[in-house]
């Protein structure tokens, strides 16, 4: 049922998941399945979960995702993840915080968070995905979301609980939203979108 799960969100951000076989060592699974973008390992397994693999596979410049099943209470990756810096993903989650993991597990490498640190010019690009990626002068890392209301409001309070807005989501999860009109929604641009970000709460 999982593999399952992880497989439908890996095609929904258009990539296609391979799994390692249920005897198959993680090394030999690394080797088998080539190329590999991104590895998403069971945080309970542990021959997925040691060092040695995760610095294999980053050597190789395969990002490591650590997912988990949601338990009551308990929203925080392992402990030996959170020292390591690696994405954590709960499970069950949804498309779009999916892509997000997948795009910052994608990005980890020394180069990006070495350039991460340092402020530059705002600029967008895409995610693995499709997302939209602001990067704000900051160097904070934006993930942009547009959410339209449909055509068809009944009541003032199903249009009020409709407004259309731009979404940010930071790589925290921290999401920030911004009232837009439906005009305001083709402009992407980088000045207009520090602008948004600026008046978003």
Same mark, same amino acid.
């Given at each position: 049922?999982?593999?399952?799960? &992880? ?28 190329? /590999? ?24 410049? /395969? ?27 709960? &499970? ?9 993991? &997948? ?29 939209? /990626? ?26 009020? /609980? ?40």
């Amino acid at each position: 049922m999982t593999a399952a799960l &992880l497989g439908m969100l890996v095609e929904l951000a258009q990539l296609e998941p391979v799994f390692a076989e249920p005897s198959e060592r993680p090394e030999d699974a690394l080797n088998r399945l080539v190329p /590999i973008l991104v590895v998403i390992a069971d945080g309970d397994v542990d021959a997925f979960t040691s060092d040695l693999f995760v610095a294999r596979a980053q050597h190789r410049g /395969i990002g490591v995702i650590v997912f988990g099943i949601g338990k009551r209470g308990r929203r925080q990756p392992p402990e030996w993840a959170r020292q390591r810096g690696l994405p954590y993903l709960e &499970l069950p989650t949804d498309a779009e915080q999916f892509g997000r993991i &997948l795009d910052q597990a994608i990005r980890q490498d020394r180069r990006s968070r070495l350039a991460g640190d340092r402020r530059s010019s705002a600029h967008v690009e895409r995610a693995v995905d499709g997302t939209l /990626i602001f990067h704000a002068e900051s160097g904070e890392r934006w993930y942009v979301y547009d959410r339209r209301s449909g055509e068809r409001r009944r009541t003032p309070e199903q249009a009020a /609980i409709e407004e259309s807005y731009r979404a940010f989501v930071n790589q925290a999860g921290v999401e920030l939203r911004v009232a837009l009109d439906p005009d305001e929604f083709g402009d992407k641009s980088p000045r207009t979108l520090e602008s948004q970000l600026a008046r978003a709460k």
